[in-house]
């Protein structure tokens, strides 16, 4: 019975809010034309301060309701031309395919502005400062002193709390709903939002309902909170193709490119900007996760209700959101197991998801390849559920949210079809959960293993956390005023020995400075970043190392590929190819070698992603050896899949634009630090590949290292042939180019 009688008064309340959201899209609907909302505005406030009351009214209301057409017009538009891309069918395989895509769909926009605003440019002539104005909805300011002059109440106590909503704190207003709140004509339902968000606003009602359990009449305004969602991106996305704003210090220069490239990372980031604002609510509070939320008290309300086709559909679609949900992964399991698991994620879901992981992959190339600051909260627009647990309630604070359910964990309620399937059931469980549980105790014992002397022990070489500096720790970061003792010779006179073997704590290993120009080291590390994110990586992983920085590589004979389809200048393929001789040249002789061999080279960037920092306990390349398999008791065993064949290794630094990122020489007991090298462009760290040379590399927390890697053979017979075909290719190149 209270129950009925709450759900029907939050039937009433949606109603109302419905209908003055419905009412302000009918005055849009009927054929009122376009005027400039910023006139309307500008002539009601100049009655306000006439006193004016009445037309103060008239005006400003009018303005908002020229507002509203002034941004639905710009989303109908966008809505209309969306899809202009099936105009050009025909010409999909023409290299001008895309070009023609954007200038059918402006052609398409703007006769569609045109015709609702008469004249599309009427659109660029609002200022800045009236849109920001109509944005903090300042107009119900004035709009609640006129109504209370003219002693219209309602509405005076209707635009003072929609106004009131998004300035808690603000003084003035606050004494004026205090002032209406002691009014003994004032009712409760006076204290409306006019601007409210139907999403948030069925979202939050469908929220409460949930939490009484009635599925039933929760499943559709879940239903039709998605439905405003989309709406409300696709408006927010509308808004976002407008206005270019030259903020940014690098592109903003006359030349094509860099205009095109930044006006679409502008969009980009607003873009993924709406993800937030669509999940704020008018008091500012921002519901973290808040579409794949849906999805989650969906698949459980549907479940309820018995239509498990359904529910395993939502349950797979927040999957999309969080695929490594353990909650949900197991509700998908189950529910897979008792209808056809071919059921797919929500479409519409799907393709937004879609959408925005392009827009995320394209702005990280985008503040890579200029060298912006990331910001971060656009790069994960969804919650991190992992490291959210416990900042949930901050989020949530201000709506009835807690998290939603799991499908029920008491498997006899609905998952067993008999008593011995429930049985082997369980104690299959049980064996893994054990077998999982030994497994972790295992590794903890054995990474952390206090000695007296409060050093730490490293059994798993893995583990960045577990290495210590040791007492004689050398860091290197310029070179000394005394040059080292050399143990070889430096083949140019502007190399400049940093340290030797010695100074580095081990054998067989020395530093130098100069290899190369900056000039060289940038274009090297523009090669890596225009080609290396499309380029062989490493054995196709993003994160070879570390989930905390992408790793992105380009051998030499993929540089010389892009080379002979002219997709890089032939310099830079040249470039890179000789810059690895110099390199080679120089291992060679410092160390007294009759010969030797490249083994691979690669051209590497390492970049901290956002979640990166300097107190990560990991590190960017933990402690190895480059021709053996260090253990955990720090043998070194030199087997396949070792590249066994490999003498010695080269890294040649390209930058030290970056946080972190120190290589690191290890003790022979794989426990200590025993020297570290700061990068920098042109400075070359030469050692050898075996376990006399453990080594690593320190957290990148920010930015990006890039740096060459090679590796050498003194067997001839190892010597990669990839590179040989690569010279012999660049040579033929190069001899064409010369005949024409
Ligand atoms: O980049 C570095 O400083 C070292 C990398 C390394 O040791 C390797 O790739 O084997
Ligand atoms: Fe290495």
Redesign the pocket.
């Known amino acids: 019975m209270i129950q009925n009688k709450k759900k029907m008064l939050i039937e009433s309340v949606i109603c109302c809010i419905l209908s003055i959201i419905i009412a302000a899209n009918r005055i849009q609907a009927t054929s009122v034309t376009y005027q400039p909302f910023e006139e309307n505005f500008e002539t009601g406030v100049t009655a306000y301060w006439n006193n004016d009351w009445e037309n103060a009214i008239v005006e400003i209301e009018k303005s908002l309701v020229m507002h509203r057409l002034f941004e639905s017009g710009i989303y109908d538009c966008y809505m209309k031309c969306k899809d202009t891309r099936n105009i050009e069918n025909t010409d999909r395989h023409s290299q001008f395919a895309d070009i023609k895509f954007i200038i059918s769909k402006a052609s398409c926009s703007r006769s569609c502005l045109d015709e609702i605003f008469g004249d599309a440019r009427l659109i660029t002539q609002v200022s800045e400062h009236i849109k920001h104005l109509f944005h903090i909805k300042r107009p119900y300011v004035y709009l609640q002193f006129a109504y209370f002059q003219v002693g219209n109440i309602e509405q005076a106590v209707k635009t003072a709390h929609t106004y009131w909503l998004r300035h808690v704190g603000d003084d003035v207003i606050e004494d004026s709903i205090e002032y209406y709140r002691n009014l003994t004509e004032v009712k409760p339902e006076f204290f409306i939002d006019l601007e409210a968000s139907e999403h948030i606003y069925v979202y939050d009602t469908a929220v409460e309902i949930y939490l009484d359990e009635d599925y039933e009449a929760a499943i559709p305004l879940f239903m039709r909170a998605l439905e405003a969602y989309y709406t409300a991106s696709d408006k927010c996305n509308a808004l976002c193709e407008g206005e270019h704003v030259f903020d940014y210090d690098y592109p903003d220069v006359p030349e094509f490119h860099m205009q095109t490239a930044d006006h679409y990372i502008q969009v980009t980031e607003c873009s993924l900007e709406c993800v937030k604002k669509i999940a704020t609510d008018s008091s500012g509070v921002h519901i973290s996760d808040f579409l794949p939320l849906h999805y989650h008290y969906l698949q459980f309300a549907i479940y309820k209700e018995g239509n498990i086709s359904a529910a395993l559909s939502n349950a797979k679609t927040y999957l999309l959101f969080h695929p490594e949900d353990e909650v949900m992964v197991n509700n998908v399991n189950l529910l897979s197991k008792k209808v056809d698991s071919k059921t797919e994620a929500i479409p519409e879901a799907v393709l937004y998801k879609k959408r925005i992981d392009g827009q995320i992959a394209l702005l990280r190339y985008s503040y890579q390849a200029f060298g912006y600051e990331y910001r971060t909260n656009l790069l994960t627009p969804f919650a991190d559920l992992t490291e959210n647990e416990d900042g949930i309630d901050e989020f949530f604070s201000g709506h009835t949210l807690q998290k939603p359910n799991i499908l029920p964990s008491n498997p006899e309620e609905q998952f067993y079809q008999s008593p011995d399937e429930k049985q082997k059931d369980i104690i299959e469980k049980k064996s893994m959960e054990e077998h999982i549980l030994n497994e972790l105790e295992e590794q903890r014992s054995q990474q952390k293993v206090a000695k007296p002397d409060n050093d730490v022990d490293v059994s798993n070489v893995s583990l960045g956390e577990a290495l210590v500096d040791s007492k004689d720790m050398v860091t290197i970061r310029d070179a000394a005023n005394e040059t080292p003792t050399a143990e070889g010779n430096l083949l140019f006179e502007d190399y400049v020995l940093v340290a030797n073997s010695t100074q580095l704590n081990g054998q067989e290993r020395f530093l130098v400075d100069n290899l190369i120009t900056q000039n060289d080291c940038d274009d090297l590390i523009n090669l890596e970043l225009s080609r290396g994110l499309f380029g062989d990586g490493y054995q196709d992983k993003k994160y070879p190392h570390t989930e905390y920085e992408s790793f992105q590589g380009i051998s030499i004979y993929t540089a010389v590929e892009l080379a002979k389809k002219s997709e890089i200048p032939l310099r830079i393929a040249r470039l890179y190819f000789d810059t690895s001789e110099k390199v080679r040249a120089q291992v060679q002789e410092y160390f007294h070698l009759p010969n030797l061999y490249f083994d691979y080279t690669h051209l590497v960037c390492r970049t901290a992603l956002p979640k990166s920092s300097s107190e990560r306990e990991d590190l960017s390349?933990p402690v190895?050896a480059?021709n053996c398999l260090l253990q955990d008791n720090g043998e070194c065993l030199k087997k396949p899949p070792a590249y066994v064949w490999r003498d010695y290794?080269a890294i040649l630094y390209l930058n030290n634009k970056f946080e972190g990122g120190n290589l690191i020489f290890v003790d022979s007991t794989a426990k200590r630090i025993s020297a570290q090298v700061e990068p920098k462009c042109g400075r070359m760290a030469a050692f050898c590949a075996g376990k006399e040379c453990f080594?690593g590399v320190k957290p990148v927390s920010k930015g990006q290292r890039c740096a060459m890697a090679l590796w050498f053979t003194t067997k001839k017979e190892k010597q990669e042939v990839q590179r040989q075909i690569a010279e012999e290719t660049l040579a033929s190149l190069e001899n064409s180019k010369d005949e024409l």
């Open positions: 390349h190895h480059d290794s080594h």
